[in-house]
């Protein structure tokens, strides 16, 4: 193979390597058999090489063309006639060096011509030269485009990994957030809960420890009133104090009184009869039905279990009675006003507007605006003077001026969702304590106020400054 031949080789290799030619055929050039080659042998007559010589004052004529047209390269002295010089054939490490550009390897001996003249055994290196040690234009083209498309597929990949991370980090820093805000939140709810905990406490301990006082618990200074009135704790909680004897009660009922109830909250007088019939179908023990009533068929057509036919255990049963189910709502502010006693005794003292209203149906605007003004005073102590300033039946065997044993405690601090409700009894020589725990619920919580406010409430007595009165600001919930 000669050196033109091993450059096309070489190039064509190039091709194949980026995909472009399937294979290197021979040149046509090595395919044809010249005159100087033998059949049958791999020899190759010396080709003879044109010189000029020094002598000759005549143009060279042309010599034989060798490859595409190029001609032989010119004489070295520019001169004399041309004489033929035997050309060996080169190694094919020489022309591998050729045909790339370099030079060949140290150790090849430079080519003698026979004759007068002499020149270097080394091919000129010239423009056709550099261009066959090049891959053609094709090749390089191609080699380019495989580099754009490599380099263009790579950043897309980057970029993509790049969103992919960006979006991964940035669900990661929410759910760390998301994560933050909920462990804030358990903190917040388990300090509410704790200060709630401890206003139940504190409560339970005064109430346990403090004498009777028409309105409340205390000491004659600080007084603890049960009207439901709500106080403000040294943690921040609320606490109302509610007294049984100012509520009526569902089991020793005082039907009138529960009907006026009923009709001043915005209930038809017709509603409210059936209210209170269904009520006392709900406790006798008897089977038989009041007009407006209703006994065990009429709960297991719609469903329910049939009525207890005793004293209620709680005001939550109001709730699955015919009739007071159809307005939850209703039912469960009257219930606040309530309560499960089985004795129907009453002190004006710690009852609310509303209950007072309704014990004392009968009562002219005036007489209840003087009963009030006395409440707010801390005079209605006995019961004959207090009858004789108000003009109201307060001497009879159920009116008591102190409050009972029993009372419901409503605790709430900033940042849970409800209140809660314990019905507490006192029992000072109880063999399980000083107190039980009848029952606990929930509650709803206050209305919202502003911090102003809400700072404005009484403080609690046990956090109060013993020379003041922590009742002054008397607010009636």
Known sequence: ???????????????????????????????????????????QRPTATRLRAPHAGREPAPG?????????????????????????????AEGLAAAGGGRAPASSAPTRPRGPGRVSGRPPVGVGARQRAQPPPLARLGGLMMRKQQSGYVLILVLGLLAVGSFVALRFAERNDALRRQVL???????AQADAATAWSVTRYW???????PMGHGDGIRVLREDGRWYLTAEGAQVAVQDHRGLLSVNALDRNALIQLLVNDGLPLGT???WLDVLQDYEDPDSLRRINGAEADDYRAQGRSGPRNDWLLSLAELEQMPGWRDDLVRTRRIARWLHTA????????????????ARYAGATPEQLTALEGLRA??????????????????????????PGFTSRVTVWAPGLPQALDYNLQL????????????????APRPLPLDEPTRRALPRFPLDADPGSNPSAPAASR
Do not use: Y
Not at 185 to 191: K, S, V, Y
Not at 392 to 397: N, Q, R, S, V
């Open 1 to 43: 193979m000669g050196p033109r031949a091993a450059g096309l080789c070489l190039a064509r290799a190039g091709q194949r390597a980026h995909g472009l030619l399937g294979r290197c055929p021979a040149p046509a050039a090595e395919k044809r058999r010249g005159p100087g080659r033998r059949r049958g042998g791999d020899r």
């Open 64 to 92: 034989p063309r060798s490859g595409r047209g190029a001609r032989d390269p010119p004489a070295l002295d520019g001169g004399g006639p041309v004489v033929s010089v035997p050309r060996r054939r080169r190694p094919l």
């Open 185 to 191: 939140g358990f903190d917040e709810m388990a300090q």
């Open 207 to 213: 109430m346990a420890t403090q004498g009777l006082q």
């Open 272 to 274: 409210a009869q059936a």
């Open 342 to 357: 089985i004795n129907n005794q009453f002190n004006p003292n710690t009852a609310p507007l509303p209950v007072l209203r």
């Open 377 to 402: 005073a801390d005079l209605l102590r006995e019961n004959r003077a207090a009858g004789r300033a108000t003009g109201l039946l307060m001497d009879d065997e159920q009116t008591l001026l102190v």
């Open 427 to 442: 029992t000072p020589a109880g063999q399980d304590g000083p107190w039980l725990v009848r029952e606990h619920q929930l």
